[in-house]
């Protein structure tokens, strides 16, 4: 089952964040409330998803020694339809992420999915990829949003968990995505270590 | 040779760039119109919170232009009447970079120079930190909202739509020096806090954003150096035609 490999691939064996180690700039920077990480998500996966068909289908004609350019030219083109479709109507989400919907242009998932995957890979394929990528990508940066967020702003979704109780700064500045990333990763490890690595 | 190397790459990123070209022209003319309304629409809601309708101000003149220094400084106007005398208000959006980027504020201000009250209507600080500055408390608990809460919701806290940072703003003196104390969360029912604040015309820093505290001050107290002239001029005009 090639398409299922490549589902997996992109959730838990190449999981972006956890194991490629790309991307982290978004994920330390937009993970401080679970809402923000899952608007993030939705917009990430839409534009590596889009990026991912297009890269497919030119993939015969581009020179080689021009993709990048290219490729960063659709990318690039879908962040600004995304940028500005948020603008028009929902401009709540746009005003919480700000500047990192434009930076998704610089996301180095997608780049190197486009790299790496889609311009070798047929287009059905390339739409599985970027799918299970941006899932992969929104479930570590959901479930760091939600210990950020419970523990550094004593909030989950913008309402209060436990009222009068003093949140841990910490945890919501740099130093809490540092810690809780490390965490996540410690775990991820266990979990192989005891289920085998599975997949290649 | 050269038709490989340097026209085929030439096309096809001409043409794909074309085509990108096309595609965002298309979208930006199906958004701007929607994008420029909201931008509108949230800087008349900014104004009618700083010279509020309820008390007694009406809106007479609105994005009202001068040259001042060769800058150009825009503002409003409102008057409230009180037992036959006719005080005016002013209203100005007043803009500082911050931490990252621009930070907009729309300040109102009463006939003495102090503030009625400030809207942050454009900011990209740092979630959670100087972003803060927008944060509107939820008086409702997380539990509360989902299991039914038992506990009367909080009506004073959250009426006008204003986050404590902004509330604090209201009543300080523009014609001193706005300063800045490292004191916590502003509440409007710790009234100590409140009363401290105000006798030392100071405003409560968000913790860990005293960067974005002192962008707003210092935006407000610029502008304020500006609107005086204004009113200067104005004042001089009205003289001049009285004549």
């Known amino acids: 089952m090639k398409f299922r490999q490549i589902l997996l691939d992109g959730i838990w064996f190449k999981n972006p964040i956890l194991v490629l180690g790309i991307g982290l700039c978004p994920t330390l920077a937009v993970t401080t409330s679970v809402s923000n990480a899952l608007w993030m998500t939705l917009a990430t996966t ?104 419970t523990l550094g702003a004593n909030k989950l979704f913008g309402y209060t968990l436990i009222p009068g109780m003093e949140p841990s700064l910490m945890m919501i500045m740099a130093p809490g995505a540092f810690i809780t990333l490390g965490f996540m990763l410690w775990a991820m490890n266990v979990i192989k270590a005891k289920f085998g690595n599975g997949g290649e | 040779m050269i038709m490989n190397r340097i026209i085929k790459p030439t096309i096809v990123l001409a043409v794909i760039a074309f085509f990108a070209s096309l595609a965002l022209s298309h979208i930006n003319r199906i958004t701007r119109d929607r994008i420029d309304q909201r931008i509108l629409q949230r800087k008349e809601e900014a104004l009618q919170r700083v010279l509020p309708g309820s008390l007694g101000y009406q809106i007479i003149q609105k994005d009202k232009k001068v040259i001042i220094d060769g800058k150009e400084f825009v503002y409003s106007v409102a008057e409230k009447k009180e037992a036959d005398k006719t005080f005016r208000g002013y209203a100005f959006l007043t803009s500082k970079n911050g931490y990252s980027g621009a930070v907009k504020t729309m300040v109102g201000i009463d006939h003495e120079g102090k503030i009625i009250a400030i809207s942050i209507i454009q900011q990209s600080e740092t979630p959670g930190l100087g972003a803060r500055a927008k944060e509107v408390p939820s008086s409702e608990t997380f539990f509360g909202h989902f299991f039914g809460s038992s506990n009367p919701v909080d009506t004073t806290a959250n009426n006008n739509n204003a986050s404590w940072f902004e509330e604090q703003f209201s009543g300080i003196d523009t014609n001193h020096k706005i300063g800045i104390l490292k004191k916590g969360e502003w509440r409007k029912d710790n009234t100590a806090l409140a009363t401290e604040l105000l006798a030392k015309n100071s405003v409560s820093a968000i913790t860990g954003a005293t960067i974005t505290t002192k962008t707003v001050t210092d935006s407000i107290e610029n502008s304020m150096l500006l609107l005086r002239k204004a009113i200067e001029l104005e004042n001089k005009a009205v003289e001049e035609t009285a004549q």
């Open chain 1, 46 to 149: 839409f534009v590596l998803t889009c990026s991912n068909i297009l890269v497919s289908m030119i993939k015969n004609i581009v020179p080689p020694h021009i993709r990048i350019p290219i490729f960063i030219t659709i990318i690039a083109s879908f962040v600004i339809i995304v940028e500005l479709t948020l603008k028009a109507f929902q401009p709540q989400v746009d005003k919480a992420l700000g500047i990192f919907i434009p930076l998704i242009v610089v996301n180095c998932i997608i780049l190197g999915r486009s790299e790496e995957f889609a311009s070798k890979n047929s287009i059905v394929s390339s739409i599985i990829d970027g799918l299970s990528m941006g899932i992969g990508f929104g479930l570590t940066l959901v479930i760091l949003a939600f210990f950020r967020e």
